[in-house]
């Protein structure tokens, strides 16, 4: 029988990887499929609105805090029921047919959303009620692993075997509900947290939260840096894709590099990412992944310079996708450890929330700057964007060593490899 310790690991890995799973159906996976349906690309934008759930999730995480399901606790009920729906949900849309029923699609499919973020919001909370401070690197870097490997089986496995061996949309739509069958085997390795005291009313679960962070010292900077610190990433990845077709190196080239050696750069930075942390502690540790994510957008002006070359941008891109895989533990893990256990479903759906809200602003700023500045002013500029987070890190800087503090002590009976 693996040890409560190997459990968690494994849980962690399989719930990062249902939250991953349906991501895509949503999104990419929905929009091929319009596309073989012969739809023009301003349908397809507009069903694109049915991940908006992913976007305003905070709305109802409250409930997930204040409500507790009579089966198996707060956090592994709410997971079940959320995976259940969540599973009936994509069945639901492997029924539908955007020919006969456009509408019929995009209302499954904004269920397949709905259900998918409030799974994310329990597992979310889960994970920062579970991970002992020094556990939050590595739980992090487990977590984002299993994410990302999620994605890739949905959306690149999907694409294969709908490219390559004709399966059909529905067929699609029926192994993703079936691969959900993951997130009840990661609730079965899941432990239940320590019961907390739960808030009252759902009054009490929003104004309370709300309340913990803004009495923090420093609790408005704490949102600040939230949005602004994955700045220089956020306005690379806006324009590394068009910065990189309008090279002319071919398309397949950097699909391949990009979406395949890439996504196994990252997946080592996030392990990588999670390990540092684990030695260095949260705080050394945000300030290496701050600078490395703010200096690795100069690597695309080196090759904004040098003209077109395969393995320039494969070293480019190894370089940026080893950056964000750093960075991602390391924020994560910090993130993590700013939740209080009562409320860490509200919390953790509001500071994903403005992280997210950061990359959707930095889209159209990073069309604007390329557009005035070119593609060498665009890149050292986006290396510059990393000071602002630095500079309010540095503010926020006594309660991240408390958090240093925590996070540097060993496991039980386990030394540190890293």
């Not at 071919?250 to 080592?268: C, D, S, W, Y």
Request: aromatic share 8%; with cysteine; charged share 10%.
């Amino acid at each position: 029988m693996p040890t409560n310790s190997t459990r968690r690991w494994i849980a962690l890995l399989l719930l990062g990887a249902a939250s991953g799973l349906p991501l895509a159906l949503s999104g990419d996976l929905l929009a091929a499929w319009l596309t073989d349906a012969g739809f023009d690309p301003r349908k397809i934008g507009l069903l694109a609105l049915a991940g908006l759930p992913y976007a305003f999730k905070v709305v109802w995480s409250p409930l997930l805090d204040r409500f507790s399901p009579r089966i198996l606790g707060r956090r592994r009920g709410w997971m079940v029921i959320a995976q259940i729906a969540l599973i009936l949900a994509i069945l639901v849309l492997a029924q539908t047919d955007p020919r006969r029923s456009l509408a019929a699609v995009a209302v499954a499919a904004t269920c397949v959303a709905f259900f998918s973020a409030t799974q994310d919001i329990v597992i979310d909370a889960w994970r920062a009620d579970i991970l002992l401070p020094n556990e939050r690197g590595p739980g992090a870097a487990l977590s984002v692993t299993g994410y990302r490997l999620g994605m890739i089986l949905s959306s690149a496995g999907a694409l294969v075997l709908v490219g390559k061996y004709n399966f059909s949309w529905p067929t699609i739509c029926r192994l993703c509900a079936a691969a959900m069958s993951i997130g009840l085997i990661g609730v079965y390795f899941a432990d239940e947290p320590a019961a907390p005291v739960v808030p009252a009313s759902i009054q009490e679960a929003v104004l309370h939260p709300l309340r913990d962070l803004l009495s923090r010292k420093g609790g408005l900077l704490l949102l600040l840096f939230i949005l602004l610190f994955k700045l220089p990433e956020n306005l690379a990845n806006a324009m590394s894709l068009p910065f990189l077709l309008k090279t002319g190196i071919p398309q397949e080239q950097i699909g391949a590099v990009r979406q395949g050696l890439g996504v196994g750069v990252t997946i080592i930075g996030t392990l990588l990412g999670g390990g540092l942390v684990m030695r260095w502690g949260i705080w050394r540790s945000l300030w290496v992944f701050g600078v490395l994510h703010s200096v690795s957008n100069l690597a695309f002006l080196v090759m904004a310079r040098s003209g077109p070359s395969y393995l320039a941008m494969t070293a480019v891109i190894c370089v940026e996708n080893l950056c964000i895989g750093l960075t991602t533990a390391g924020f994560t893990a910090w993130m993590i450890g700013q939740c209080q256990a009562n409320y860490s479903a509200f919390q953790f759906a509001l500071f994903s929330g403005v992280m997210a809200l950061g990359r959707v602003l930095a889209a159209p700023l990073a069309g604007e700057m390329a557009q005035h500045l070119g593609w060498s002013g665009f890149f050292l500029t986006s290396a510059a964007t990393g000071l602002p987070g630095l500079l309010i890190l540095s503010q926020l800087r006594p309660q991240t060593q408390v958090d240093n503090q925590l996070t540097k002590a060993p496991l039980p009976g386990v030394v540190p490899s890293l």
